[in-house]
């Protein structure tokens, strides 16, 4: 059994701990936590990732030419917009970091996505 309950669903789990570091920057302003995951919910978040991230190597290869895709709507964002962040470590610890525009507007729907403590303003 893990020593913590699982961030995203709430409940003790049995198998490897998994953490995520997402992170959300909106002009000076930055949101981050660590969640730990079960393994479930662990592949939830990557699915969603893998749809509606990039992983951050390709992400500073393609930025400066090609239009981005909001993190959570996937339509076109300007620059202006937030960015949001997360590093997921999986149960052989292989780091991975993923990238995003974000459209202010869609900040609060991934602030729930990503279980990140309600901004303070
Ligand atoms: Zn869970
Ligand atoms: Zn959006």
Redesign the pocket.
Same mark, same amino acid.
């Given at each position: 059994m893990a020593q913590y309950p *699982?961030?995203?669903?709430?409940?003790r789990?049995a198998g490897p701990q998994q953490s995520l570091y997402p992170a959300i920057l909106n002009g000076n302003s930055a949101n981050r936590t660590k969640l730990r995951? *079960?393994?479930? *919910?662990?592949r939830d978040q990557l699915n969603f990732l893998e749809g509606h991230f990039t992983e951050a190597t390709e992400a500073l290869a393609e930025f400066s030419d090609n239009p981005s895709q909001c993190g959570v709507c996937l339509d076109d964002v300007q620059r202006s917009g937030a960015a949001a962040f997360m590093t997921t470590y999986d149960r052989e610890q292989n780091r991975l970091d993923w990238f995003a525009p974000v459209h202010e507007g869609c900040v609060p729907e991934l602030i729930a996505l990503f279980h990140l403590p309600a901004a303070d303003r």
């Open positions: *699982c961030s995203i669903h709430g409940g789990y995951a *079960c393994p479930s *919910c662990f």
